[in-house]
Each structure stands twice: as C-alpha cells, then as structure tokens.
C-alpha cells in the first residue's frame, strides 16, 4: 500500500488510479504526505504543492532537463499554450527560449482546485523537447487577476468608449470606472471614434473627465489616429481591453495586435505568431454556438503579442459590470472626488470611522460634485446585495484594496498586500462565482468519477 499513513485510514480501501476521491473532498490542510505520495512516479521540482501559487518562478538552475518554466498564453478545452521563457542551463536546451510547447494540466492541479489562467507562469514537467509537448505541473506566485475574460497577472485595463456611436453615458462611464478600480489593476480611460465629433466635444468630455480625477487619451481606431500614447503605455505589459458594446473594443484590440514587425531580439514574438493558430480557430467555432456569448467564449481567451512588447487578451472584458468586488465601503474608494475630499480634509476624518458618506453631520464628503447621485445609487444598489448575502450566506465579503498615486497622477487601486492571507479566504469566496463557470465542466466530471468510485467500492 501507498505511504500514507495517516490519510489510509480515511481513504476507503481502493485500489483505484491514484486520488480516488477528488482531494477537496477532505478536510483541509492536505497532509503533504498524500500530495507527494500523489506524484511519486516523476521527479518534480522542490517547490512544489503546495507553496508554489506564493512563489515566484525558481531560478534556471532550479530546473530539471525535463522542465522549464513559462507563460501561458493561451487556453483551449484541456490544453495550454506555454511560451517558453526559462530552461535549465547546460543541457543544450537554450534555443527551446521562447518556442511554444502545447500543454495539458496535471490533473492533481485540477484536484485541490488551483486553476491555470491564460497569463499565468507555469512550471512545465515531462517535456519533450523534440515534439514540444510537456504537463504544466504548477503555477506560480499570481500578482492579479481579472474574472472577465479569465487572465491572470494584468498590469493594466484599458477602458474603452466611444464619443459617438454609442454616446458616452455618464451612468454607463462611471459603473465601467468603478469596475475598473475595484479589480486594483491600474488602468486607462480611453475615448474612441474621436473622428465623429468636433473639437469642442473632444474638449468637453475632456473636462468633465477631468473634473471626475481622471485624464483620457482620445482615439481613432478606424483613422488609426491618437495610438501612440497608448502604445507607449501598454509597452511590456499584459492588458486586457474594457467597455461597453459597439465603441471599438475588437476593432482596437485587433488594431494593436502585432501581425508584422515582431522585434528581432524577441524570440517569443515570433513565434507566439506563428503559432497563433493554434488555438483562435477553434475560437470561431465556439462563439457562434451559443448566441455569441456563454462561458464557452470567455474559456479560450489568447494573449496576442503587441509591438513593442507585451500581450493584449484577445477577448474584450466586463461588458456588464457587477460591481461584485465593491463593497459598501470600498464604494467610496473608487470615487476620485470622495478620495480628494478626504485627503484634502486630513487629518480631520468623518466622524464615524464606518463612514458611508451620506453627508450627515460629522462627515468630511459634501454632495456638490457631479457623480454624487451616480454614488448613492451604486451605495443602495451595494447594500441590497450585501444584504441578500448577508442572508445567504452569513457573511460580508472585506474590501480589498487600497489606494496609490497611479499613472498620470490618478489615484490607483492595488491589492492589499499585508491582507494576504485573510484576503487569500474572503477572495475565494468573492471569486467563487468567478471560476464558478470554468469549474462547472470539472466538476461535473469529478462528481461522475466520484459516483463510480463509490459504486465500486458498495460492490466490494
Ligand atoms: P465592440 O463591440 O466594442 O467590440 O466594437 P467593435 O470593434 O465591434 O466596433 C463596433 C463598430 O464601431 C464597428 O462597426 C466598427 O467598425 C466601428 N468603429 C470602431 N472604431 C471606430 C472608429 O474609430 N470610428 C468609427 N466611426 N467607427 C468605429
Ligand atoms: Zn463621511
């Protein structure tokens, strides 16, 4: 029998493939004893399960032959493309840097439930160099992660409308802001169609922006005007592209996207596109299944490559937002107006320390902006839903984020770092809906293999 001698006794008697039950299916923490025993057959880099998602990559020297460490650039049903960025020195493997090896998952990562995202960095085992093949063993340290589509470690949002063809909408503009702030990945308002409307329009949305705290780039992606800005601003780092329908979100990402030109000096360029096709036809398929939408489009989100370097995802995100990491007191963090009021009241602060800024007495935030009906519409809206939770659950999710000097002078959102681990739990509830849909097809095939296995062992 297998060496685990404290989980045998838990385990029914199965000699079944290893991992009869799914491990979520004990209580936890795991003993670590069952996870090696899990993967006794291969050598496997010392970091692994389960400190690796805390981790950052290890060292080149770290790695086996068989392994490499890289970035995973696409998804599609069970397989992963993973750009090559780390081999292990001396093994004569230096110019497998930057090619693509087609991957699937372990399937121990799918067991205890840590899932793959399109952008994460991945230790690859069992490669085969020459068919350029390999099982993506584990994931490492994630800095962000936005839900929709599914990416992990995005440095920045581009939030995109239009000044024409739809109109921008100030509701609209201020529901996709507070979205954006709430994910605490940096990110940039953008105008596009500019072509549309006149000077003084331009000048008006410009003003208005700026009377909200933010500082918009203006564009057109069918004039090709207004791009270098946001070339410069996207150079070497991921983004993912935001907004409402009709105001250019295809139009722009496809505009970005690098068919040419692929710099010399970036092998990985080069070949992420070449290899593009590996995974976006199958894409075309999917999205017309299902009325254009569903979770079968979200699923097979593609890095693309940029000039200049770094990846834009080929799939445009929330088109609705849901305001679902905004809590009624993370609502007012999100408002550039209500974080100046305060800062520029210190060190004198609301009365209340739970202040939700309904200016009663006592409280620093006075209603004579713009965006204040916009604010208490969303802060009923926050607390009807906190409530139903409240209910349901029994329980508040925390507000996690806090607020830094960003780009252009903006107040910027960022993770709460010191809040890790109580952040790891209350996230997991938070972002239980979000992976909810990818785990559904999991599941379904857990609970089938689960069924079996417990009919098999009634038989015995
Ligand atoms: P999405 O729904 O946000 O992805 O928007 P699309 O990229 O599908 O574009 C919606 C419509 O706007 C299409 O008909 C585009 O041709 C058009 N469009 C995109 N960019 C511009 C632009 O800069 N000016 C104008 N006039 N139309 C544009
Ligand atoms: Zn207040």
């Known amino acids: ?92 493997l230096e110019r497998h840097r930057g090619s693509d090896l087609l991957c699937v998952v372990r399937a121990l990562l799918k067991k205890i439930r840590r899932r793959v995202l399109v952008g994460d960095r991945v230790l690859v085992g069992a490669v085969d160099w020459a068919d350029r093949r390999g099982m993506i063993e584990d994931v490492f340290e994630r800095r ?28 609209m503009l201020t529901r996709f802001l507070v979205e954006a702030e709430s994910t605490g990945i940096p990110f940039v308002l953008v105008f596009n169609k500019v072509e549309l409307v006149d000077e003084q329009t331009i000048a008006y949305w410009r003003d208005r922006l700026k009377s909200w705290g933010y500082d918009p780039l203006f564009l057109s992606v069918d004039q090709q005007s207004g791009f270098s800005a946001l070339e410069e601003m996207l150079k070497g780092q991921t983004t993912v592209v935001v907004g409402p329908s009709g105001v250019g979100k295809s139009s722009l990402i496809n505009a970005l996207r690098c068919y040419q030109d692929i710099s010399e000096e970036d092998p990985i360029h080069k070949l992420v596109e070449q290899n593009s096709k590996w995974f976006g036809e199958q894409r075309v398929g999917t999205v017309s299944k299902k009325s254009g939408k569903g979770k079968h ?32 007191k993370s609502l007012a963090e999100t408002f550039p107006e209500i974080r100046k009021m305060l800062k520029e009241n210190e060190p004198s602060k609301c009365l209340f320390n739970d202040c939700v800024h309904l200016g009663e007495h006592g409280c620093v935030v006075k209603g004579d902006w713009e965006r204040y009906p916009y604010y208490l519409q969303m802060l009923d809206e926050i607390k009807i839903r906190e409530e139903i939770q409240l209910r349901t659950f029994g329980t508040k999710r925390e507000g996690d984020v806090r607020y830094k000097t960003g780009v252009m002078g903006v107040k910027q959102a960022e993770p709460r770092l010191e809040l890790k681990k109580h952040r790891r739990v209350s996230r997991k509830k938070i972002n239980q809906s979000i992976l909810d849909e990818i785990d559904d097809d999991l599941d379904d095939l857990d609970d089938d293999y689960l069924f079996d296995v417990k009919q098999r062992s009634r038989k015995r």
Request: hydrophobic residues 40%; proline residues 18%.
């Open 1 to 92: 029998m297998l060496p685990f001698p404290s989980t045998a006794a838990a385990l029914p008697r199965l000699r079944l493939p290893p991992l009869p039950i799914p491990l979520r299916h004990y209580p936890f923490p795991l003993p670590l004893l069952l996870l090696r025993g899990a993967s006794s057959s291969t050598h496997h880099h010392p970091r692994l399960l389960p400190q690796a998602a805390s981790l950052p990559p290890p060292p080149p020297d770290a790695l086996l032959p068989s392994q490499a460490t890289g970035l995973v650039a696409a998804s599609q049903a069970n397989f992963m493309r993973v750009i090559v960025d780390a081999v292990p020195p001396g093994h004569d």
């Open 144 to 171: 962000t992660e936005v839900a929709d589509p599914p990416v992990a470690n995005v440095d920045r949002l581009v939030v995109l409308f239009s000044l024409d063809q739809p109109k921008p909408e100030p509701a």
């Open 297 to 328: 489009t979200t699923r097979h989100v593609s890095l693309l490559p940029i000039a200049g370097g770094g990846f834009l995802a080929d799939t445009p995100g929330f088109n609705q937002p849901s305001l679902m990491k905004v809590t009624k």
